[in-house]
């Protein structure tokens, strides 16, 4: 079983940057798909963007050009790197896995594609 734990979260001023990480507990030797995800109080939760075990990336199309997803040679971990921050970028991150996607397919925005989610990290954009 694959366990998935965020950190790297905290408060920043408007217009900083933040790099959050999602480690996984093992290595995944299959071919996978993780995510990143966000829920501010009061909505729902919302994508932000997805790479495979390939490093095919596939960005909501409000995070493009502010945030950028990345994964370490040894694929344990998974990086999110949060520029130009906002306050309604407050939120709880999550990053979420699925195991078995295969590698020439695009990651999945979808919500219902992942099955392992990590417990969050809170991000805090102060104006």
């Known amino acids: 079983q694959v366990h998935l734990v965020e950190s790297g979260g905290g408060s920043v001023e408007s217009g900083g940057s933040l790099k959050l990480s999602c480690a996984a507990s093992?290595?995944?030797?299959?071919?996978?798909?993780m995510g990143w995800f966000r829920q501010a109080p009061g909505k729902e939760r919302e994508v932000i963007a997805g790479?495979?075990?390939?490093?095919?990336?596939n960005y909501a199309d409000w995070a493009k050009g502010r945030f950028t997803i990345s994964q370490d040679n040894a694929k344990i971990t998974m990086v999110l790197q949060m520029n130009n921050l906002k306050p309604e970028d407050t939120a709880m991150y999550f990053c979420?896995?699925?195991?078995?996607?295969?590698?020439?397919?695009?990651?999945?925005?979808?919500?219902?594609?992942?099955?392992?989610w990590g417990q969050g990290t809170q991000v805090t954009v102060s104006s």
């Open positions: 790479i495979n075990r390939a490093g095919l990336t």
């Open positions: 979420a896995a699925r195991l078995d996607w295969p590698a020439w397919a695009l990651p999945s925005l979808h919500e219902a594609s992942y099955s392992r």
């Open positions: 093992k290595l995944i030797e299959s071919n996978y798909v």
